[in-house]
Structure formats: C-alpha cells, structure tokens
C-alpha cells in the first residue's frame, strides 16, 4: 500500500511501520496513493500527515512517529495546513511534495482583504459547533455551512450544552426555550442536515458524532470559543487532564469563553479516525465561496433561476422571482438578507484580489501578506 516501508534517512534500512502510524486510519487513501510518481516511489518518498503547522515549523506523522520538519522551500505551493499529507524525500526531508487536497477548509486570513489561510485540509466532515444559548446565532451557522459546502465537506451541526438550555438564565424555570427550540431553529437550515443536540460532556450522548469519525475518517471541530470543542474532543478521544485538550472557563455574564486552546491541531482518535480541532475562529471571512453559498442557500439560487432577466438585481426589475417569493412569504427575508450579505462580501473579496493581482503581476499573495499569514500561524 505504501510507496515503499524504507525509512527517511536512511533508504537501505527497512524500518518497522510504528504501531501508531497507520496511514489506512489516518486518511491515507487512494486519492493520495495514485499521486505518487513511479520515480517517488522507488526513491522511498513516504507520506506523512501534518498535525500541527506553525509557520515554515511543522509537526508531522509518519512511519518514524511525530516529530518536526523545519521546511526549507515550498515554493508555489503555499506551506503545508494541518490535515495536509506530505511526501517526505529521504534524501531531503526539509523539501518535502505536497499532495493535492480532496478537500480545503479556506477563509480569508485575518487581517487581510485578500489573502486566503487553510484552515484545514482533506476534511471528510465538518462539526459546526454551537452551544443552545445566546451564542447560537443562525447566520453564523449559514456562513460555516457555506463554507463546508464549497469544500465539499459534509457538515453536522453540534449544538452542546442542551442540558442547560432550560432554563436560560433570566428566565423563570421552564419559561426558557428548551433544546427543542434550537433544534427547531436549526432545522430551518435544511431539511437533510444533520443535527445532534447535546450535553458535550456526557460520553454517551456522543455515540452518533463517535460514528462519524471511524477508521480513516478525518473530522474537523470549528466553533466559537466557550462552545464547548474541546470538551468534545476530549470525549471523542478519550483524553483528559494533561493528555487531553485543555477546558475553558466560560465569562458568566456572556457565556463567551476565554481562548485556551489556540493553534490548529489534528488528534488521532482511539477507533481509528482523527480529530481536528480548529479553535479561536473569531473571524470567519469566506473566500472565493461563492459556489458554496449558492448551495447553501440553493432555494434562493432555484429563484434566481426563475427571474425574467439573468441580469436581474431582484430590487424592482419586472419578472423578479425573488420579489414575488418575498411577497407571497414564500421566501425568508432573513435568508435573503443573510444571502446577499456573503454574496456582497464575496465581491468586496473578488475586487480586492483582482485590484491586488493586477498591482503584484501574477503573484496573488505578496510577500508580505505571507510573512503576516505565517506571523498570524504561530499564535
Ligand atoms: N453544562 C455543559 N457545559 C459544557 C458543555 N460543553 C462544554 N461545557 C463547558 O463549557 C466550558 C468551555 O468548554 P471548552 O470545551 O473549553 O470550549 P471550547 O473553547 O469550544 O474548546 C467548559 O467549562 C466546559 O465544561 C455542555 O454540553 N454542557
Ligand atoms: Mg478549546
Ligand atoms: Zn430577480
């Protein structure tokens, strides 16, 4: 299955696969098989998958455990996110091949207009999580949707802390809306998308999350901080203490957790499958999602479809589909809102990339909102 077993380094010795290196349960399939060259193969080059990326410092895992590539070079290819697998040269571990990605977790790096930052990579599903109370706010789910849908990942919505959710604080026992509530809230979201409404600390009640995160599959956790991640992740894992991820504390007054847990970090999981944990999203800015945003919001995209004219701004043009469902109530307003909102700020982000283009020549990064996106890696 593997290119070849000998060892980085070293490519006449044979070395012993570690027991906790199985790529089969780390992700490693087919798609990744198929893009080593024959000439890879019969140099040695073995995969390895990034768990942790800070800058041009990365750790990886490979047949030779965990441990840390300094990366010299990575040319065009941008440097390697958490979730990435790599071919590791034996001859020169520092410049190792990136593979192609199934999948890319993108948003639009804090801080600047157009530059985008992998989240993570080769995602299979994505746990947007939220907690039932005042966090829990449908347009951000929207966003996160959106963003799982244009990298193809499939999305499931965690909403923890349902044991407290009534009552919510300020409201007579009974009185608060129950989980129900934001399960019904939630449902409005699509018909099809999977909902597991929980108390995150109870190990029992994660046994349908548990089942999504099997041999070879590679979940991602993303969330506010305070939402309860980590809790999560620790009771997936199996972790605690030291071991596990660190637990927050959460401010009484707005349920806003403190950041505790702040670089991106892929965990394996006792089944087989690995975690990632994407913590401190304060920002979630999406890039070229324009794609996924239509799915998303794939009853206004059937609307538009339906306009008299394809250059319709659905504002008072005649024929406008989307004024007539608004009308009728047969289309939410707030969906519509919410819908023109990314949509305008796609735009914005499109604008800003084609103005900076233009200005760099065909370098769509420049060097210095790189140094800003690495700086940005390292908290
Ligand atoms: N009651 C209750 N508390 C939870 C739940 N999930 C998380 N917490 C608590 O919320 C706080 C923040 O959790 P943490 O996992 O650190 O959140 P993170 O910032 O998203 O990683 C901790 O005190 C957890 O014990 C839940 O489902 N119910
Ligand atoms: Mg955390
Ligand atoms: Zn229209």
Request: one cysteine or more.
């Amino acid at each position: 299955m593997l290119a070849s077993q000998a060892e980085p380094g070293n490519p006449n010795r044979k070395c012993q696969i570690t027991a906790n290196f199985d790529p089969d349960k780390l992700g490693w399939r087919s798609f990744f098989q198929d893009q080593i060259t024959p000439e890879e193969a019969a140099g040695g080059w073995q995969p390895a998958r990034v768990c942790q990326g800070k800058a041009r410092r990365c750790r990886v895992w490979s047949a030779r455990g965990r441990h840390t590539l300094e990366i010299n070079l990575f040319g065009d290819q941008g440097l390697p996110a958490v979730g990435d697998w790599l071919l590791l040269d034996p001859k020169r571990a520092q410049r190792p091949r990136r593979l192609e990605r199934f999948s890319a977790l993108t948003r639009q790096a804090p801080g600047s207009r157009f530059a985008t930052q992998v989240l993570a990579a080769n995602v299979d599903t994505l746990l947007i999580v939220t907690a039932c109370n005042q966090e829990f706010n449908i347009g951000r789910i929207e966003r996160y949707l959106a963003l799982a849908a244009e990298a193809q990942t499939r999305p499931v919505l965690v909403l923890t802390k349902a044991d407290l959710a009534d009552p919510t604080p300020g409201n007579a026992p009974g009185q608060g809306p129950g989980p129900r509530y934001f399960v019904e809230q939630a449902r409005t979201l699509g018909e099809h998308l999977q909902i597991e409404c929980i108390d995150a600390r109870d190990a029992d009640q994660l046994e349908p999350i548990r089942k999504l995160c099997g041999p070879g599959q590679t979940v991602a956790a993303l969330g506010s901080s305070g939402v309860g991640k980590s809790t999560l992740i620790n009771g997936l894992t199996g972790l605690s203490g030291e071991a596990g991820q660190q637990v927050g504390e959460v401010r009484g007054d707005d349920n806003k957790g403190k950041h505790t847990t702040s670089s991106r970090s892929l965990h394996p999981l006792p089944a087989g499958g690995v975690l990632v944990d994407l913590p401190g999203i304060r920002e979630l800015q999406l890039t070229e999602a324009a794609d996924g945003i239509d799915d998303t919001f794939a009853e206004i995209t059937a609307l538009i479809d339906d306009c008299r004219f394809t250059n319709c701004g659905h504002t008072n043009e005649p024929g406008c589909a989307i004024a007539a469902a608004l009308a009728a109530g047969k289309l939410n307003p707030r969906r519509w809102e919410n819908y023109r909102k990314l949509q305008g700020e796609q735009k914005v982000y499109d604008q800003a990339k084609a103005d900076r283009t233009k200005r760099d020549g065909q370098r769509s990064t420049s060097k210095k909102a790189q140094r800003r996106l690495d700086k940005e890696d390292q908290h």
